[in-house]
């Protein structure tokens, strides 16, 4: 596990390998791609073409309540919207990887949220949002009109790499 950013260490197993332990649900994870790192850790989610939500999802030990800070590194394919979620206690948000923006919240708003360019990585974001609660899924979803989580799929595609779950507001 790497710890990217902050200094908390990374609740989140192989996260720089996405394809070996994450589940994904009406999407599909293609690995060795380029990340904003100058490496190939990145992987490219496909929404395929389900009517449903299409997303991938990390079942974490239950962690205990707390403040956690839940990130993903993520660049605008096809599509152009991220979700990142935690089902506990049901928040995140829907950011735009075009803008650099804020979409829309997903849920119960969480505590903060941030989206910031990576120096040097053009069109990559870190994208994450602080929650308090009990910790045992991380989400990440493609959006295709950034408002919405479930819709029928088109083959959209976004670039995500090294996930991170740490305790704190990092």
Known sequence: NEVLK???QNLLVQSSSLTT???QQN???TGGQADPFGGTTAATLNSGTSVSTQHSFFQATAYASNTYTLSIYAKAGTANYIGVYLSNPNSGVIFN??????STNI?????????TAVSGA???YRCS??????QNFSQFFISEDGTNLTFTGTSKTITVAAPQLEIGNT
């Open 6 to 8: 902050g200094t908390g």
């Open 21 to 23: 332990t994450w589940t």
């Open 27 to 29: 999407s599909s994870l």
């Open 97 to 102: 990887l075009a803008s650099g923006t804020f």
């Open 107 to 115: 849920g119960t708003a969480p505590t903060s949220y941030a989206i």
């Open 122 to 124: 053009a069109g990559w």
């Open 129 to 134: 949002i602080v929650v308090s609660g009990v």
